[in-house]
């Protein structure tokens, strides 16, 4: 799972996984960096999906762990 790039549901790249944890992985950007609980995250063909809207995962980037 680390180093897989995840997508939104509109197919944006919203960041890689960085780290896996216990239940969750930290998903970073450029922006910066979010842990994502397992149960967040979907699969297809085109890899890993985060159900929510890269501007919204952007937001949460910025406000939560600046990238450094």
């Known amino acids: 799972m680390q180093g897989l790039e995840v ?3 509109k197919g944006l790249v919203v960041g890689t ?3 896996v944890g216990k239940d969750f992985a ?3 950007s450029a922006i910066g960096s979010v842990e994502v609980d397992f149960p967040s995250f ?3 063909k085109n890899g890993l999906l ?3 809207p890269k501007s919204k995962l952007d937001g949460m ?3 939560a762990h600046p990238a450094s």
Do not use: C, F, Q, R
Request: charge should be negative.
């Open 61 to 63: 980037m910025a406000h």
């Open 42 to 44: 979907a699969k297809n």
């Open 50 to 52: 985060i159900n929510l």
């Open 26 to 28: 930290v998903v970073t």
């Open 7 to 9: 997508h939104d549901a």
């Open 17 to 19: 996984v960085e780290t």
